[in-house]
Nanobody, 126 residues
Framework: QVHLVESGGGLVQAGGSLRLSCAASGRTFSNYAMGWFRQAPGKEREFVAAISRSGGSTKYADSVKGRCTISRDNAKNTVALQMNSLEPEDTAVYYC???????????????????WGQGTQVTVSS
């Protein structure tokens, strides 16, 4: 079992930045690829970014590429998502998730992830 807790969400104006953080506890954090997903009202949950177990590989959705950076600190059991140049379309609940994958595998679909946090709300005003 991996317990995930997100933080860092809030209200920000368009063009602003937020840094989301996810703290993990339970099993060995470095055994899991980590992902960020988001879900806006009335929409399906969608992939945002993911990072491999070591942090050496990352993957981003086209909608956030160039604006977001995912990182992890295996010593502190945390994964972060730095979001810049935020747009109203980025408004959603953001979730971090853990996938017990192979070393280089970083899935971009939600069904691959076994553990989820409770989410943190990000609201971008225009």
């Amino acid at each position: 079992q991996v317990h995930l807790v997100e933080s860092g969400g809030g209200l920000v104006q368009a063009g602003g930045s937020l840094r989301l953080s996810c703290a993990a506890s339970g099993r060995t954090f470095s055994n899991y690829a980590m992902g960020w997903f988001r879900q806006a009202p009335g929409k399906e949950r969608e992939f945002v970014a993911a990072i491999s177990r070591s942090g050496g590989s990352t993957k981003y959705a086209d909608s956030v590429k160039g604006r977001c950076t995912i990182s992890r600190d295996n010593a502190k059991n945390t994964v972060a998502l730095q979001m810049n140049s935020l747009e109203p379309e980025d408004t959603a609940v953001y979730y971090c998730a853990a996938n017990p994958s192979g070393i280089y595998y970083i899935p971009n679909f939600s069904s691959a992830y076994d553990y989820w946090g409770q989410g943190t709300q990000v609201t971008v005003s225009s």
